[in-house]
Structures are given as structure tokens and as C-alpha cells.
């Protein structure tokens, strides 16, 4: 996807480059709402629309960046703050999850990429909140190594999906899938965490976690025997 070209256009004033950069944020922004309606996309206002949504609400509220240019009380252009919103419009529209296309060419080939080298069970939707919440940043830094941490991530994913079937059947499972020692410690460990707020975590009772947590020691039991 070819990113929009941000220069100011030979002879464009501030002013005219301001109505330009709105005009363009403001077209993503309503698609963007848009696209959330359908089915699969309704995450897509969690990202680069959340982050806009949040700096116009700075400038005084509403949903759109074409608004009248910030003016001084002698009625001129007031060219800090008008600075301060040229910028804000850049970011979003540089942001790759301002648009569908963007945001399917990033984490749609990232989670297929990630679900085949690491065993995860990512939607591209998962994996643009897992990047986009600052979890992924956050999991780094306590645990240092990527791949172990996408890996643990996976024996959550499926110990997860575990956990729905038994709710389903109301009836205990077993799995049979080879993880080192390491992974399964950090998937246990992630899975404790209180302090990081995760989002692969969200929604999850007490209970539902205390049972994925002994679905995962069954699992590593079961590599132990092995």
C-alpha cells in the first residue's frame, strides 16, 4: 500500500495544507467506521480511529478534523495550535491501522507468519491488539526473548481453546502437544500476571484462568512422562 505523500505541495500555505490533511483524515475516519459494522473488522476503530478520536478530544470534542482552523481572540490564525492538529493528522494518516488495506497487509501476514513459526492461534485482529495495546512491549520486557514469549503464547492460545471445549462437553480434556520446559513456565507465569493487564487475558474469570492454568500443568505433566 502507498503510503499518502505528507509534503506540502508546491505554493500550499498552511492553511490550505491544514484543509488538505483533514479533508483526507477525515474520509479514513468515517471508512473506518464503516468498516467496523462488518463482520471480522469490528476491532479496526481500537487503533489509529482510538488515537485520533483521543487527540480531537483535546481540541474541544467531535469525531472530525476538518473544523474551523484554531484562531487567536483577534480572529488570526492561531499557528501553534494549528501546528500542534497538522501534526496529529500526520501521525494518524501515517499510522498503517488508518486504513483496512494497511491493516490487513501488516497483521494478517504477521499472524499467518507468527501462527506458523510459533504454534499461535492468532486472527490478525489478536495480533493488532496484542502490537497495538503496548502488551507485546510490555511482554518483551519482562521476559526478554520474543520467540518464547509468542510460543507461550500459544500453549495460552490452545489451553484456551481447551477450556471452551471442557465448558462446552462440562467435562475435563487432555492434549497431547510437544512444549519445552522453558515455554510452559512463561505460559504459566503470563498467566498469573495481574500487573500487565493483558489483552490476550481480557474477559477472563478467576476461575477460567486458575482451569487454563492446570490445563497447562496437565500438558507439561504429559511432556514430562513422555
Known sequence: MRPYNLDYRPGETDLQYYKRLAKVADQRLLRLERLSEVAGY??????AYDRAMRDLEIYGGGKRFNTKP?????????????????????????????????????????????????GTDYTWQDLADLYQSGDADRLLKRYKDSDIVQRAIGVIQQAEGKLKEEMKKNKKVTIDKKKDRLVFEKALDILGTTDLNLSILKGKTAAQKARMEEIIKEMQKEERQK
Do not use: C, H, W
Open 70 to 118: 484554531p484562531v487567536n481572540a483577534d480572529g488570526t490564525i492561531d499557528n501553534r495550535l494549528l501546528s500542534e492538529k497538522l501534526a496529529d493528522m500526520r501521525t494518524f494518516l501515517s499510522s498503517v491501522t488508518s486504513t483496512k488495506a494497511g491493516i490487513e497487509q501488516v497483521y494478517s501476514k504477521r499472524a499467518q507468519t507468527f501462527n506458523e513459526k510459533f
Open 42 to 47: 469490528e476491532k479496526v476503530t481500537n487503533y
